[in-house]
């Protein structure tokens, strides 16, 4: 029978774990206090980080904006260009008929003078003529209707020419229609 005032006796277990606790307390490294000098460094390299990241962004960005400008300056260029092709495409059955009119013997000079004034504002417009008789045959700029045996012709040559095809700034508004030897 023990008293309070007596001691119990420790036992193993509680004897390891008091030595672990002692151990765990000396390995434990104790916190250092970081000069000055270390944090001022620890900061500046997370600036220099942070500007790194905030210069790749912005180098991104600028690239980004700068194909942007240059994919909607080409579509726009694109546009005008199919509106101004479909614009033109639309008038040459006018002008078919005054070149028409214009070959004919009994031509009236009117006829001529607006074919003339025609052909004048197609050439402003930087519109070519396509097929012509003599040329060689090519399918992206002409279409054969026709083809006829001549041996004055070469093969491939136009024979005759039945409708003017045209072009504007490489971009093909018309094939020509024609007659093709073989």
Request: aromatic share 4%; hydrophobic share 35%.
């Amino acid at each position: 029978m023990s008293t309070d005032n007596e001691k119990q006796p420790i036992t193993a277990e509680e004897e390891v774990q008091n030595t672990e606790t002692a151990a765990s307390a000396e390995k434990e490294p104790k916190p250092k206090k970081e000069s000055k000098k270390d944090k001022k460094n620890a900061e500046i390299e997370k600036l220099a980080l942070q500007l790194s990241e905030l210069d790749d962004k912005y180098k991104r960005v600028l690239a980004e904006y700068d194909n942007y400008r240059k994919r909607t300056a080409k579509e726009r260029e694109s546009v005008f260009g199919d509106g101004k092709a479909s614009a033109i495409s639309a008038f040459l059955p006018l002008i078919d008929n005054l070149g028409r009119g214009a070959a004919q013997e009994n031509a009236d000079e009117g006829v001529k003078m607006m074919l003339k004034q025609a052909n004048e504002i197609l050439e402003k417009m930087r519109v070519k003529t396509v097929g012509e008789k003599g040329e060689t045959f090519d399918p992206n700029f002409h279409n054969a209707v026709l083809h006829v045996d001549d041996e004055s012709l070469g093969e491939n040559e136009i024979a005759e020419v039945l409708m003017c095809g045209y072009t504007m700034d490489d971009r093909l508004i018309r094939p020509a229609v024609v007659k093709v030897a073989n």
